[in-house]
């Protein structure tokens, strides 16, 4: 198994510009995590979909973040316009459909995206 | 609601010296808990994970954590620490009951061997 997969490692862009993120979780795992990671604010659940559901986007920041699912294996985290304060590093961790339902997650997580917004 | 409290965000010890990170929880439902670490440059990976089973969970690399309901702690330790162990270790902690599956993060405390 690849692990999750995060695409890109490392994205540089200019404020205004728009940047999306991707993410490939585990085969099988139901559940899919977005999450934030700043020196300021530390991990952030942004977003987390069930079966490719939305369940709860509370931690989402703004209208300029929107993140997507559109099948089992496929997530992208889009942010339009970019800001310099979204500079963080983004996570992306799946976990499977019976450890989600008990509560015990155990997430896997991605090696993550480094944002850079100038 | 759930939360997380790490007491100290930088610990440093002498290789071969205990190692003890302290981690307070609340939660209005009986949770679960979980340590992670984090190596630079890397995502997250599971430490140990409590649900309730045993109190005293033992996990990877010779880290162990011990769940206190009366002091609602879950300190995670390890008896000799080594120069690997230097990374940044995070708590976190999830409710039990469905529709509440989101794992929720302390700030993190980062560990420093001095060798």
């Known amino acids: 198994d690849a692990g999750v997969i995060q695409s890109p490692r490392h994205e540089v862009t200019e404020m205004g510009q728009e940047v999306t993120l991707r993410c490939k979780p585990i085969?099988?795992?139901?559940?899919l995590f977005w999450y934030r990671q700043t020196m300021m604010r530390g991990l952030e659940l942004l977003i987390y979909?069930?079966?490719?559901?939305?369940i709860d986007d509370s931690g989402m920041p703004e209208d300029r973040f929107s993140a997507k699912m559109p099948n089992a294996s496929f997530s992208t985290l889009k942010i339009q316009p970019s800001e310099p304060r979204d500079s963080a590093v983004y996570f992306c961790?799946?976990?499977?459909w019976g450890q989600g339902v008990s509560g015990a997650n155990v997430l896997t997580f991605g090696a993550g995206s480094r944002l850079t917004v100038l | 609601a759930q939360s997380v409290t790490q007491l100290g965000s930088h610990v440093s010890v002498s290789e071969g010296a205990l190692v003890l990170l302290r981690c307070n929880y609340s939660?209005?439902?009986?949770?679960?808990l979980f340590w992670y670490v984090q190596y630079p440059n890397q995502g997250l990976q599971l430490l140990l994970k409590?649900?309730?089973?045993?109190?005293l969970v033992k996990g990877i690399n010779g880290f162990e954590a011990e769940f206190k309901k009366s002091e609602t702690s879950f300190h995670l330790t390890k008896p000799s620490a080594h120069m690997s162990d230097a990374a940044e270790y995070f708590c976190?902690?999830?409710?039990?009951?469905?529709?509440?599956?989101?794992?929720?993060f302390g700030t993190g405390t980062r560990l420093t061997i001095i060798p």
């Open positions: 961790a799946s976990t499977p």
């Open positions: 939660s209005s439902v009986p949770p679960y």
């Open positions: 409590y649900t309730s089973a045993a109190t």
């Open positions: 976190a902690v999830s409710a039990t009951n469905f529709g509440n599956e989101k794992l929720t």
């Open positions: 085969s099988g795992h139901d559940y």
């Open positions: 979909f069930n079966n490719n559901v939305p």
